[in-house]
T-cell receptor, first 112, second 112 residues
Framework: DAKTTQPNSMESNEEEPVHLPCNHS???????IHWYRQLPSQGPEYVIH???SNVNNRMASLAIAEDRKSSTLILHRATLRDAAVYYC?????????????FGKGTKLSVKP | GVTQSPTHLIKTRGQQVTLRCSSQ?????VSWYQQALGQGPQFIFQ???????GRGNFPPRFSGLQFPNDSSELNVNALELDDSALYLC?????????????FGSGTRLTVV
């Protein structure tokens, strides 16, 4: 399965936008880009996913580069509750289903 | 959502353990993950329509079941100290490509 690269940590101020980058230079045409986050003492939480086009939902936006070798998760206004580890994951449609390969993710800190 | 039981468990090396998971209503797929301290979750296996549908790099002493009501069990035989971890269950509809996977809060297993 293709690998992703994320910064180890990022800091943000409350109520400001946050852009979390992810590189996936070896992505294949059938790999979906998923983002999950994990708050302390909880299981991961689904945030958003996409294939080629930018995606929006109530939690966040996902911007996918035209060559699909990178993507950015956008939190429009960070809150203290957004402090978590954010994972960028590739999942191959038609591959080993359910095999989300989590890296170490990006630990996001939000300052009041 | 997804509920897991028990929340915490202490076992002795060599013993057997059964962890339980109740999937989100309407979901037909369940996956199990192991998360060591400070690491991202690692995929153990997935069940879809009561059949194992994918497996990660875990030995056969890790086994599972999916029941008619889409609840699931993870069984681990001959426990080793390295099996100490947070075990996460995740359910989904059609293998996560529609609305992602919903994770439980996990079972913390300690092997002494």
């Amino acid at each position: 399965d293709a690998k992703t690269t994320q910064p180890n940590s990022m800091e943000s101020n409350e109520e400001e936008p946050v852009h979390l980058p992810c590189n996936h230079s070896t992505i294949s045409g059938t790999d979906y880009i998923h983002w999950y986050r994990q708050l302390p003492s909880q299981g991961p939480e689904y945030v958003i996913h996409g294939l080629t086009s930018n995606v929006n939902n109530r939690m966040a936006s996902l911007a996918i580069a035209e060559d699909r070798k990178s993507s950015t998760l956008i939190l429009h206004r960070a809150t203290l509750r957004d402090a978590a580890v954010y994972y960028c994951i590739l999942e191959n449609y038609g591959g080993s289903q359910g095999n989300l390969i989590f890296g170490k993710g990006t630990k996001l800190s939000v300052k009041p | 959502g997804v509920t897991q039981s028990p929340t915490h468990l202490i076992k002795t090396r060599g013993q057997q353990v059964t962890l339980r998971c109740s999937s989100q209503s309407g979901h037909n797929t369940v996956s199990w993950y192991q998360q060591a301290l400070g690491q991202g979750p690692q995929f153990i296996f997935q069940y879809y329509r009561k059949e194992e549908n994918g497996r990660g790099n875990f030995p056969p002493r890790f086994s599972g079941l999916q029941f008619p009501n889409d609840s699931s069990e993870l069984n681990v035989n001959a426990l080793e100290l390295d099996d100490s971890a947070l075990y996460l269950c995740a359910s989904s509809l059609h293998q996560g490509f529609i609305d992602g996977y919903t994770f439980g809060s996990g079972t913390r297993l300690t092997v002494v």
